[in-house]
T-cell receptor
Framework: RKEVEQDPGPFNVPEGATVAFNCTYSNSASQSFFWYRQDCRKEPKLLMSVYSSGNEDGRFTAQLNRASQYISLLIRDSKLSDSATYLCVVNLNTGGFKTIFGAGTRLFVKA | GAVVSQHPSWVICKSGTSVKIECRSLDFQATTMFWYRQFPKQSLMLMATSNEGSKATYEQGVEKDKFLINHASLTLSTLTVTSAHPEDSSFYIC????WGRGGMVGSYEQYFGPGTRLTVT
């Protein structure tokens, strides 16, 4: 089983749609959680950190459920510019810090 | 915000040659940098953790004699792909954590370099 698993995608949605990404992690030593966005042939860029209390940044809402080891990202009113690959990222502390990336979910937003 | 640069951004080389990639933290000191590799349509895979002033820590399956890492200063780490072959063609990305910022240890985000696309012919 992969340490971080994401929806395989791709997701094809029209502009204005609401889209949800799901992610699960298997290691209980996971300490911190992030969503990154990666455009084609570019480096990943931090979209937002994910907190247990849930957090929102404009059209983006992230949630964490530690009991279920589940992370989500919700994008409302999707724009063409939201088209990218969304990576679920987990930091582990197992005697040393290690970052595990999910395989990513590709999103295509169409006019 | 923190910036990490990489050089070169794109390189084509012949099989058997060596290629050096530089990773620099521009406005912070990075005692630890990370080297990742990403093949098309796959996620980033950590290759090694580069520690300033000491030997790098390599992930299982990554040949340390093939991927030489040198972290000679607090702002520079280099990755040298020795005797490159076509199967080494990939997108190599470095990252660094800015430990100097406040916050819970383990919660630091990573700052990624723009990546180096290596093509070995």
């Amino acid at each position: 089983r992969k340490e971080v698993e994401q929806d395989p995608g791709p997701f094809n949605v029209p502009e204005g749609a609401t889209v949800a990404f799901n992610c699960t992690y298997s290691n209980s030593a996971s300490q911190s959680f992030f969503w990154y966005r990666q455009d084609c042939r570019k480096e990943p860029k931090l979209l937002m950190s994910v907190y247990s209390s849930g957090n929102e940044d404009g059209r983006f809402t992230a949630q964490l459920n530690r009991a279920s080891q589940y992370i989500s990202l919700l994008i409302r009113d999707s724009k063409l510019s939201d088209s990218a690959t969304y990576l679920c990222v987990v930091n582990l502390n197992t005697g040393g810090f290690k970052t595990i990336f999910g395989a990513g979910t590709r999103l295509f937003v169409k006019a | 915000g923190a910036v990490v640069s990489q050089h070169p951004s794109w390189v084509i080389c012949k099989s058997g040659t060596s290629v050096k990639i530089e990773c620099r933290s521009l406005d912070f000191q990075a005692t630890t940098m990370f080297w990742y590799r990403q093949f098309p349509k796959q996620s980033l895979m950590l290759m090694a953790t580069s520690n300033e002033g000491s030997k790098a820590t390599y992930e299982q399956g990554v040949e340390k004699d093939k991927f030489l890492i040198n972290h000679a200063s607090l702002t520079l780490s280099t990755l040298t792909v020795t005797s490159a072959h076509p199967e080494d063609s990939s997108f190599y990305i470095c990252s660094a954590r800015d430990w100097g910022r406040g916050g819970m240890v383990g919660s630091y985000e990573q700052y990624f370099g723009p990546g180096t696309r290596l093509t070995v012919t």
